[in-house]
């Protein structure tokens, strides 16, 4: 039974705009921040975003700051990743990840539960 559901993603022109959803099983799972990771083919993956689950605080990659807003929906168990401002480079595979840590969110090792993954496609 999958524990992390991601959709939303899709093919969508360089500066349009996308918002990925995650909803978390409760049931599974507990967690203290989720966040987003993307893997473009041939590279490694890497931190786009995080959120305190509790708190609500939030960290972004240097890349995608002031374009992407991650957020939750405590009641849905569900986060979110509103992208603007898309960039060819920002094409990738974007997965929802939950950690019960609140430190290093950055880091992938930090996540125990990962999702399937999205793909966003950035072009003309």
């Known amino acids: 039974q999958a524990q992390l559901v991601e959709s939303g993603g899709g093919l969508v022109q360089p500066g349009g705009s996308l918002r990925l959803s995650c909803v978390a099983s409760r049931r599974t799972m507990t967690w203290y921040a989720m966040g987003w990771f993307r893997q473009a083919p041939g590279k490694e993956r890497e931190f786009v975003a995080a959120?305190?689950?509790?708190?609500?605080?939030?960290y972004y990659a240097d890349s995608v700051k002031g374009r992407f807003t991650i957020s939750k929906d405590n009641a849905k168990d569900t986060v979110y990743l509103q992208m603007n401002n898309l960039k060819p480079e920002d094409t990738a595979v974007y997965l929802c990840?939950?950690?019960?840590?609140?430190?290093?969110?950055?880091?992938?090792?930090?996540?125990?539960?990962w999702g399937q993954g999205t793909q966003v496609t950035v072009s003309q």
């Open positions: 990840a939950a950690s019960t840590d609140v430190m290093y969110l950055t880091m992938e090792s930090k996540y125990k539960y």
């Open positions: 959120i305190n689950w509790v708190v609500g605080n939030t």
